[in-house]
């Protein structure tokens, strides 16, 4: 069958015709992010909620501690949006392999660049105690930005609600660091974890 | 000017390519679920379905999961190129 090319449309059709493409695309990216993201923003949110609240009452264990729910972040993150369940819960075989690569490859630079910045070979120095506390807060800043510029870059392709909860998380983030810096890791579990868990609540009931 | 393409105009077959087209390149989505998200029945989503596939706007496969056949569709190179041309030929109409 050959497409027909006659131009028999009037504005009034075109126009109907265009805000109707935009509702199908609109939904049909909805749902993507529905897919790919819900499970993995209530799970990360919950994760940063017990993880910085561990850095703020047990400071001591904190590293041990994010190493554990890091673990489990990830683990949980490949059960709950890998292809499979993808496929079974949307009907979508998205092929997204690369953007996972993608996310894979911004936390190994993450963690990568605050290997390399860090200034690790102060911890030996006698004002390790008193400059810990600053490096620990600016380490976490630093995640936590790192983590939402891929919500941002997200956002460019999903939808503007990716990009606007990556700039909100981001700009808490930086509240928190300059002006609650007592509380900051409190601050972080209120402020990014429960962004990301209300976020992912509210994709979850007003996007299916 | 891009021209109008009467085989995507038509009101269903417009959504499906809008829905498929708005995938990501590699992109599948099974029948069930994109007559479900369009409001179509199996017999009406089925029938555009094989007019877009005889013109080579979209592809179907048959793949199994959890041991049960399910049909997956998504657009071609070809059907993108021709959907994105419909879209600027009505932004054209709407201009004029």
Same mark, same amino acid.
């Given at each position: 069958?050959?497409?027909?090319?006659?131009?028999?449309?009037?504005?009034?059709?075109?126009r109907?015709?265009?805000?109707?493409?935009?509702?199908?695309?609109?939904q049909?990216?909805?749902?993507?992010?529905?897919?790919?993201?819900?499970?993995?923003?209530?799970?990360?949110?919950?994760?940063?909620?017990?993880?910085?609240?561990?850095?703020?009452?047990?400071?001591?264990?904190?590293l041990?501690?994010?190493?554990g729910?890091?673990?489990?972040?990830l683990?949980?993150?490949?059960?709950?949006?890998?292809?499979?369940?993808?496929r079974?819960?949307?009907?979508?075989?998205?092929?997204?392999?690369?953007?996972r690569?993608?996310?894979?490859?911004?936390l190994?630079?993450?963690?990568?660049?605050?290997?390399?910045?860090?200034p690790?070979?102060?911890?030996?120095?006698?004002?390790?105690?008193?400059?810990?506390?600053?490096?620990?807060?600016?380490?976490?800043?630093?995640?936590?930005?790192?983590?939402?510029?891929?919500y941002?870059?997200?956002?460019?392709?999903?939808?503007?609600?990716?990009?606007?909860?990556?700039?909100?998380?981001?700009a808490?983030?930086?509240?928190?660091?300059?002006?609650?810096?007592?509380?900051?890791?409190?601050?972080?579990a209120?402020?990014g974890?429960?962004?990301?868990?209300?976020?992912?609540?509210?994709?979850?009931?007003?996007?299916? | 000017?891009?021209?109008?393409?009467?085989?995507?105009?038509?009101?269903?077959?417009?959504?499906i390519?809008?829905?498929?087209?708005?995938?990501? #390149? %590699?992109?599948?989505?099974d029948f069930?679920?994109? @007559? *479900?998200?369009?409001?179509?029945?199996?017999?009406?989503?089925?029938?555009?379905?094989?007019?877009?596939?005889?013109?080579?706007?979209?592809?179907?496969?048959?793949?199994?999961?959890?041991?049960? #056949? %399910?049909?997956?569709?998504?657009?071609?190179?070809? @059907? *993108?190129?021709?959907?994105?041309?419909?879209?600027?030929?009505?932004r054209?109409?709407?201009?004029?």
């Amino acid at each position: 069958m050959k497409p027909n090319t006659a131009n028999p449309v009037t504005p009034e059709d075109a126009r109907a015709s265009l805000a109707e493409v935009s509702r199908i695309v609109t939904q049909t990216r909805q749902t993507i992010a529905w897919s790919c993201t819900t499970p993995l923003l209530i799970l990360w949110g919950v994760i940063w909620v017990i993880g910085f609240s561990a850095n703020h009452f047990f400071p001591a264990s904190a590293l041990q501690s994010w190493l554990g729910l890091d673990g489990i972040g990830l683990g949980g993150s490949f059960l709950l949006a890998g292809p499979f369940r993808q496929r079974a819960i949307t009907g979508l075989s998205l092929g997204l392999g690369r953007i996972r690569l993608a996310w894979l490859a911004l936390l190994g630079y993450g963690v990568l660049w605050a290997a390399l910045l860090a200034p690790w070979e102060q911890s030996h120095s006698v004002t390790w105690a008193a400059d810990a506390p600053v490096i620990g807060r600016k380490l976490a800043a630093f995640s936590a930005s790192v983590c939402m510029f891929g919500y941002v870059l997200m956002g460019l392709w999903l939808g503007r609600f990716f990009l606007w909860l990556g700039l909100l998380v981001t700009a808490t983030t930086l509240a928190g660091y300059y002006f609650v810096a007592d509380y900051f890791y409190l601050w972080m579990a209120f402020t990014g974890g429960g962004s990301l868990i209300v976020a992912g609540v509210f994709i979850r009931k007003f996007w299916r | 000017m891009p021209a109008i393409d009467l085989v995507i105009h038509t009101p269903a077959r417009l959504r499906i390519m809008s829905a498929l087209s708005a995938l990501p #390149p %590699r992109a599948q989505i099974d029948f069930r679920s994109l @007559g *479900r998200s369009l409001d179509l029945t199996d017999g009406n989503l089925g029938a555009h379905l094989q007019t877009l596939e005889e013109t080579g706007y979209i592809k179907a496969e048959k793949k199994f999961v959890d041991r049960k #056949p %399910r049909t997956y569709v998504a657009a071609t190179a070809k @059907g *993108r190129i021709h959907f994105d041309e419909h879209v600027a030929a009505l932004r054209e109409i709407c201009r004029v």
